[in-house]
């Protein structure tokens, strides 16, 4: 069996390589559009809850330092800010992290039209570990799952680096969107790999650049997850101590969901944090489909087709169940930009005291700054 298996992975990375061959030598790169907006949603100092919404292509998913660089612009942009003032707090997007699977790959995954091709690179460059890593896994979609395990050890570092550093240097606490790694832990102040099942997963640095050794697995996947992410449970939320108040982490469809929010009363937070991705591109102002991750009980079925995507957000998601008490400050963040052909959309959201801020930034990225002086209060 194990023989067969090695002779089928042996078929498919030719066939892959073949198709790495056939890519376009080069590829325009997507608008540079740094920053479109800077918002100070209410009026107040420091410190702030920050919604990090940056434009990203693939090429900055080259190296741990090309991602560490880019983002390291974003927060340069308000360091009067947050120098002046302590306890800040920065929420990064979902899967801000994930792409970080790419890094070290050969040019043509960079130059690729799509991210199946991308993919395709990264097999053909380590046959022999891609290899390995299908026969340990199970899951239906079986090579995003191997390309995963098998990148999961230098994902880990890298992560871990750019926001150790991002957070050390601005003297900040970071939500640092999200990553996918397999049974993801923290020993010692490292985070690593296991191997386990794989997890979207978020982690927490803060001021003195340590990670926190509690981390967030998604309990909600979606269903381009589902094939090769495992859920959490819902009562295992962790909660985070920042300087400037009690903050949980709810990654991006979690926080749709009541049973996330009866955790986050339960874990008396102040802030919530939530790294969100919305593809694909120009959904935020069609009709909404509906829930694609099961229909919570509150929810009104004809909702569905009836508001907007962005409407829906607001009324189902961080925004409209802030209101009910669940914690007095939120962000949501949504990674946006052109990686491959994965398109994306949505805008920075931020709730404080029941008051919802919808940014501008719609077509491009933005900062969105909300105080948090009564946070802790």
Excluded at 185 to 213: K, M, Q
Excluded at 308 to 337: I, N, V
Excluded at 342 to 357: K, M, P, Q, R
Excluded at 359 to 373: I, N, V, Y
């Amino acid at each position: 069996m194990r023989i067969i298996a090695i002779i089928l992975v042996a078929t498919i990375t030719l066939i892959l390589m073949w198709g790495v061959w056939r890519q376009p030598a080069s590829l325009t790169p997507a608008p540079d559009l740094v920053m479109r907006a800077v918002e100070r949603v209410a009026t107040g100092e420091g410190p702030w809850l920050v919604g990090v919404q940056p434009w990203l292509d693939q090429t900055h998913y080259h190296s741990a330092s090309a991602l560490h660089h880019r983002l390291a612009a974003y927060l340069a942009e308000i360091a009067d800010e947050i120098d002046a003032s302590e306890g800040s707090v920065i929420v990064f997007p979902e899967h801000v992290g994930t792409w970080l699977v790419a890094a070290g790959a050969p040019r043509s995954a960079f130059t690729a039209e799509t991210i199946a091709a991308a993919m395709t690179a990264l097999v053909a460059a380590n046959p022999l570990r891609f290899a390995a890593a299908w026969l340990g896994s199970s899951e239906d979609d079986r090579m995003a799952a191997a390309i995963f395990r098998m990148r999961a050890d230098a994902m880990a570092r890298d992560y871990q680096a750019v926001f150790s550093a991002l957070a050390a240097e601005y003297r900040v606490t970071i939500a640092a969107g999200s990553i996918v790694l397999p049974e993801p832990r923290v020993e010692n102040g490292v985070l690593l790999a296991g191997e386990g099942p794989l997890y979207n997963t978020a982690a927490v640095f803060h001021p003195d650049g340590s990670i926190d050794p509690q981390l967030v697995r998604k309990s909600h996947p979606i269903p381009g997850e589902t094939p090769f992410t495992a859920s959490w449970p819902a009562q295992n939320l962790p909660v985070f101590d920042t300087p400037s108040g009690r903050m949980a982490v709810l990654i991006c469809a979690d926080s749709w969901h009541p049973d996330l929010y009866d955790s986050v009363r339960a874990l008396d937070a102040a802030i919530i944090a939530v790294p969100a991705f919305l593809q694909p591109s120009n959904v935020w102002d069609a009709p909404w489909g509906g829930y694609t991750t099961g229909w919570p009980d509150d929810a009104d079925r004809n909702d569905a087709g009836r508001l907007t995507e962005g409407e829906a957000w607001q009324r189902y998601a961080l925004a409209g169940r802030l209101r009910s008490g669940a914690a007095g400050f939120g962000m949501t963040a949504y990674l946006r930009g052109q990686l491959w052909d994965l398109g994306s959309d949505g805008t920075n959201i931020a709730i404080a005291d029941e008051i919802v801020f919808v940014s501008d930034g719609l077509d491009g990225a933005a900062l969105t700054l909300l105080p948090l002086h009564t946070a802790g209060d």
